[in-house]
C-alpha cells in the first residue's frame, strides 16, 4: 500500500467553480502536510503548507487536515485559468524535509 | 536571485552511457535532494544530503550515486544508464529547523535513455 494515495483526476471545471483536491495517507504518524503546484515543464512550488490537524487558508486556497480520516484537502474558490497546474499533496514525518508526494491531480480552468 | 540551478536542461543517453547531472542552490540550505518524476506519478526520492558531507539513501536508489561536493552542489551520477532511468529529474533544496518545510525546486532536466 502507498503511504499517500492522491485523487487522480484529470479535472476540468469553468471559471470561477470550487475546486476540491484530495489524498489520502496510511500511517498516523506523518505530521507535516503540504501541497505543491507544478506548472507544465516547471519545477513544483510550495502553495500550503500545514502542522497537524485543522484548516489553513491564504486567499482563494484553503489547505485542510483530518488526521483522525487521515484525509487531507485543498480547496480552491473562484478558480482561474491561471490555476491550471498539477497539484500535489506531500506528507512528512519530521520537518527534516523528507517528504512522501502524490502522484497529483492535473487541473484545468476553462475560461 | 537564482535559487536552484540545474544542468543539463535536456540530455539523451545511449544504454550503458554515464553521466552527471549537476545541482546547485545559492540559499545557504544545508539540505538538498534529488528526485525523479515518471508520467503520471509524484516525485520519488533517489537520494538526500543532510548537510554537507552526508548523503543518504532514499526510496528508489538503485543504479545512481550522488556526491554532496560542498554546501552549494549535490551532484547525481547515473554510471551505466538504463532505459528505466528516463525520467525529469528534480533536485530541491531546504533550509532544516524551518517552521515552513518550502522545498525549493529546480526546473528540473529531462533525460531520455535510448
Known amino acids: 500500500q502507498k503511504e499517500v494515495e492522491q485523487d487522480p483526476g484529470p479535472l476540468s471545471v469553468p471559471e470561477g467553480a470550487i475546486v476540491s483536491l484530495n489524498c489520502t495517507y496510511s500511517?498516523?504518524?506523518?505530521?507535516?502536510f503540504m501541497w505543491y503546484r507544478q506548472y507544465s515543464r516547471k519545477g513544483p512550488e510550495l502553495l500550503m503548507y500545514?502542522?497537524?490537524?485543522g484548516n489553513k487558508e491564504d486567499g482563494r486556497f484553503t489547505a485542510q487536515v483530518d488526521k483522525s480520516s487521515k484525509y487531507i484537502s485543498l480547496f480552491i474558490r473562484d478558480s482561474q485559468p491561471s490555476d491550471s497546474a498539477t497539484y500535489l499533496c506531500?506528507?512528512?514525518?519530521?520537518?527534516?524535509?523528507?517528504?512522501?508526494f502524490g502522484d497529483g491531480t492535473t487541473l484545468t480552468v476553462k475560461p | 536571485n537564482a535559487g536552484v540551478t540545474q544542468t543539463p536542461k535536456f540530455q539523451v543517453l545511449k544504454t550503458g552511457q554515464s553521466m552527471t547531472l549537476q545541482c546547485a542552490q545559492d540559499?545557504?540550505?544545508?539540505?538538498m535532494y534529488w528526485y525523479r518524476q515518471d508520467p503520471g506519478m509524484g516525485l520519488r526520492l533517489i537520494y538526500y544530503?543532510?548537510?554537507?558531507?552526508?548523503?543518504d539513501k532514499g526510496e528508489v536508489p538503485n543504479g545512481y550515486n550522488v556526491s554532496r561536493l560542498n554546501k552549494r552542489e549535490f551532484s547525481l551520477r547515473l554510471e551505466s544508464a538504463a532505459p528505466s532511468q528516463t525520467s525529469v529529474y528534480f533536485c530541491?533544496?531546504?533550509?532544516?529547523?524551518?517552521?515552513?518545510?518550502?522545498?525549493?525546486f529546480g526546473q528540473g532536466t529531462r533525460l531520455t535513455v535510448v
Open positions: 500545514t502542522y497537524s490537524s
Open positions: 540559499m545557504n540550505h544545508n539540505s
Open positions: 500511517n498516523s504518524a506523518f505530521q507535516y
Open positions: 530541491a533544496s531546504r533550509r532544516p529547523g524551518a517552521t515552513n518545510t518550502e522545498a525549493f
Open positions: 506531500a506528507i512528512s514525518y519530521t520537518n527534516s524535509g523528507k517528504s512522501t
Open positions: 544530503s543532510a548537510s554537507e558531507g552526508t548523503t
